[in-house]
């Protein structure tokens, strides 16, 4: 009785809310005029966000009233005038803190924006879910809004870890050529397909999710489906089904469709459609340099060079050597470039000689610096491509050949300008003194880590060419050709200090990571395998040269308080460190980590680690490179800064780029800074200041683009090879444990591939993430870290870049009595799979699997076998 009177006294008060509200009449007829968006506006400003629900309160509207105040809403957002917060709570846009930056997209969706520095410290990411990308692309530079820091911690992710945001506006956009592979040549049911002769094409860039409706009407001949075409993005178009000739009922460009999930009730929004041009047709997918113009074009690495810099180049590649005076003459020593088979420049040249205390190194490196003069058209060009960029059959140089392949690439026999670090070590290989000058010197040999490695180890039939005669004549004396014995003796005692340095950054807690390169065999333009290349001690004791000069020189200009750019590694963070020991204690590979009375915290048994792993002879390769790996990934990323913040990896506490400016602009401005330094440039400037803090970001950039698109390259080739064996079975690894599948890494190929967890079979599955495994509760079925797997191959998509495995002998087993309905998704409650994205939650108490570290454990039920798609946010690499 009392329920209802309490009933009925509401009921009266909302009648009386609505008759008195001024806004009666338009809630009867329309709600979208500027009375309404008026009192909305003022309902929001003054305090917290609020739901739909609240604000109907506050203007006292009745429940009729929701879709034409929702509707009024989502009017005002598009205006940029409120925001609606992932909470579902709607803020006035002015309330809340916008920035600037440059949006990093994932292929899960998710990106990231990188905040513009203006007050000299480097600011944190930005995080932005897939729904708060609004038109921006993977590279533009965007305006955000920053959501109160309550709502991070969304989808999954531990609070205050990132900040979180929405993009506002696209304010650059560099990126307009896109590659877009065909998907239909029947024009699509749009105004502007009437009147051109288009297609309808996806870009091949998985970061970019949107269609395009091309004009292909330039081209010579119509493109087939699957074909690749290279196209200039236009406008959006309009999608909404209200523009004429576009019918809602037979038209794909629907407002909204269906989630890949096809669970009832549940929706996603079309990918835009925007307008392009097509330029040309790079061809079809299996061609091995159609995938690299791909991938440059993804990454905006540029492929010609402006004629103003190709003009530049030659004009300083056609100057003597010797032109200029001041030069010391080393054309005595004999230097030799040890570089790959296929090395397309040599850089760095090195000579080793011993004496009576200890050893003396001579690393020569090519004078770039005085062919690329400052905010010249060449520095310019140089400056925007950052770095060389490598793929397997080609690559884009940072310099024009006339410079890169020529004038400053050490080539055997001609003699060529360096700037050299003369080094003295004592016989503990630890360094007493260094000097810098710039040479004229002549390589006696251009060698490779082959021949260098069977040299090393005497084997028979080791051939040289016949510059690398040596000689040890007078200074001032160019030698003349000698037996290869020399060479042999000089590379002996270059092994022996390489080994004393080795053991002397170990000893210091450097670290020596084992991962293999791949490496591509082709034919006829077509990939046809693909292996791990070897890394030899020859590698190694050309790293420890270019190590000991880098850090060599970065000494000398801190003790002159030059401004350069260091090279930063930081340590560890404790909860990397912490998630490390978890990972490798969950492969069960008795590896040796901490014991219970020594804490995580210190990294320093790392290196014992990687040793360890490294000299098991139990281990297999692909175990080796997961503990490998999974080590890597605890690492934060090295970057260029101009503040000196130590090398972790190295050991090093003073560390900076100097020995390949032929590919990389720090070590160019490294070289100019050394230069001032000495002395040797009159009236040379060198960037400091925010110039130089530009340099230094711009140059992380262009590194982590260089790096993208070499992860990127390996996938695509590897979808290439495997595109011909789906069926065949392979032996693996599991390299990383999700609750929506396994990654395994394959045996014998640098490539991954996934298991998903609806492949697993109809039971439910246990994702533990202490331990890293994924465990059947009605069975026994376990999989975990580092275990060695059975595979066959299911299926390869290039255009996601995603090789899809199943277990060998696995595969759907019959659902059990009564569970058919709820596995076809018929039952369940769609709002329930949207929170829970079809995984039961539990948490149980129990100590963690570090040794001294007390905690709980979260464990995540996934139903097996249920063709379930579980969106991955955040990509792996």
């Not at 004496?355 to 090519?366: H, K, N, P, S």
């Amino acid at each position: 009785m009392v329920g209802e009177v309490v009933a009925r006294m509401a009921a009266a008060q909302r009648r009386c809310l609505h008759r008195e509200h001024p806004l009666k009449k338009q809630e009867l007829s329309s709600f979208s005029d500027n009375a309404l968006r008026g009192e909305i506006l003022a309902v929001l400003t003054p305090g917290a966000p609020l739901r739909l629900d609240d604000i109907m309160r506050r203007l006292g509207l009745a429940r009729r009233a929701k879709r034409a105040v929702l509707e009024t809403l989502r009017g005002l957002a598009d205006e940029g005038l409120v925001i609606h917060l992932r909470g579902g709570a709607w803020t006035p846009a002015s309330r809340l803190k916008r920035l600037r930056g440059i949006l990093s997209v994932q292929r899960s969706g998710a990106a990231f924006v990188r905040p513009e520095n203006t007050s000299g410290k480097r600011p944190d990411d930005i995080f932005i879910a897939p729904g708060e990308l609004g038109e921006a692309w993977d590279g533009d530079t965007v305006e955000i809004s920053l959501f109160p820091r309550p709502n991070a911690g969304a989808h999954g992710r531990r609070a205050g870890l990132h900040a979180e945001g929405r993009v506002l506006a696209v304010l650059e956009r560099p990126r307009r050529q896109l590659t877009a592979r065909v998907l239909r040549c029947s024009p699509p049911a749009h105004p502007l397909a009437s009147s051109v002769s288009a297609v309808l094409c996806r870009p091949a860039d998985p970061r970019l999710d949107m269609e395009l409706l091309v004009d292909v009407s330039g081209l010579p001949h119509p493109p087939a489906e699957g074909e690749l075409l290279r196209v200039t993005a236009g406008d959006r178009l309009d999608t909404s089904g209200s523009s004429p000739g576009l019918s809602a009922a037979n038209s794909r460009i629907s407002r909204r469709r269906e989630h890949p999930s096809r669970r009832k009730g549940v929706f996603r929004p079309l990918p835009p459609l925007w307008s392009a041009t097509a330029l040309e047709s790079l061809g079809r997918e299996d061609d091995a340099r159609v995938q690299e113009d791909l991938t440059k074009l993804n990454h905006r690495i540029p492929t010609t060079f402006p004629d103003n810099a190709l003009t530049e180049a030659e004009r300083a590649a056609a100057e003597p050597p010797a032109a200029a005076s001041g030069l010391k003459d080393m054309r005595s020593f004999s230097f030799v470039t040890i570089d790959g088979e296929d090395a397309r420049d040599f850089d760095d040249a090195v000579f080793v000689t011993r004496d009576a205390g200890g050893w003396r190194l001579l690393v020569a490196i090519a004078d770039v610096s005085h062919y690329v003069r400052p905010r010249g058209p060449l520095d310019r060009e140089a400056f925007e491509r950052g770095n060389s960029c490598y793929f397997p059959s080609s690559v884009e140089p940072m310099l024009p050949e006339a410079l890169s392949n020529g004038a400053c690439s050490l080539r055997p026999g001609e003699d060529r300008r360096a700037m050299i670090a003369d080094i003295s070590f004592d016989r503990g290989g630890i360094p007493v003194s260094a000097r810098f000058s710039n040479a004229l010197i002549r390589s006696r040999a251009r060698l490779t880590y082959t021949q260098v490695e069977n040299m090393l180890k005497k084997r028979e039939g080791t051939a040289f060419p016949q510059s690398s005669r040596l000689s040890s004549s007078r200074p001032g004396e160019i030698p003349p050709s000698l037996p290869a014995p020399e060479l042999s003796a000089m590379l002996e005692d270059a092994a022996e200090l390489a080994g004393l340095l080795i053991r002397k950054r170990h000893g210091a807690g450097g670290l020596d990571f084992d991962l293999p390169e791949a490496e591509f065999s082709m034919e006829n333009g077509r990939v046809t395998g693909v292996g791990n290349r070897e890394r030899l001690f020859s590698h190694r004791l050309i790293e420890a040269f270019m190590v000991a000069a880098n850090e060599a020189v970065a000494r000398f200009l801190t003790e002159r308080q030059v401004p350069f750019l260091y090279r930063v590694h930081p340590a560890p963070s404790t909860e990397k460190l912490e998630e490390l020991a978890r990972g490798l204690n969950a492969t069960g590979l008795e590896l040796p980590l901490p014991s219970p009375a020594k804490s995580v915290k210190s990294a320093d048994w790392l290196p014992g680690l990687l040793n360890a792993a490294r000299n098991r002879n139990d281990l297999r390769p692909e175990q080796i490179f997961l503990v490998n790996r999974l080590c890597l990934r605890a690492m934060m990323q090295a970057r260029y800064d101009p503040e000196e913040d130590g090398h972790f990896g190295l050991a090093s506490r003073c560390y900076c780029h100097f020995t390949s400016p032929i590919r990389r602009y720090a070590d160019l401005i490294t070289h100019r800074a050394l230069k001032y330094a000495l002395g040797l440039d009159p009236g040379g400037t060198i960037p400091a200041g925010h110039k130089l803090l530009a340099a230094a970001e711009r140059c992380n950039e262009r590194e982590r683009a260089a790096q993208d698109a070499e992860r990127e390259i390996t996938r695509r080739f590897g979808c290439l090879l495997l595109q011909a064996r789906i069926g065949e079975n392979f032996n693996g690894v599991i390299c990383g444990v999700t609750h929506f599948g396994l990654f395994v890494e394959l045996e014998g190929m640098p490539l991954e591939g996934m298991i998903r967890v609806e492949t697993l079979g109809q039971d439910y599955f246990e994702y533990d993430a202490e331990r890293q495994e994924l465990r059947g509760t009605t069975g026994n079925e376990a999989y975990r870290l580092g275990q060695g797997v059975k595979v066959r191959l299911i299926g390869v998509n290039p255009g996601r870049l995603e090789i899809n495995l199943a277990l060998y002998g696995g595969g759907h087993r019959p659902a059990r009595k009564g569970q058919k309905k709820a596995l076809a998704g018929k039952t369940r409650s769609p709002r329930r799979h949207d929170a829970v994205k079809a995984a039961r939650v539990k948490r149980a108490s129990s100590r963690s699997e570090i040794p001294g570290k007390k905690g709980r454990r979260m464990t995540t039920r996934v139903p097996g076998g249920q063709g379930l798609k579980l969106d991955r946010l955040f990509s792996r690499d």
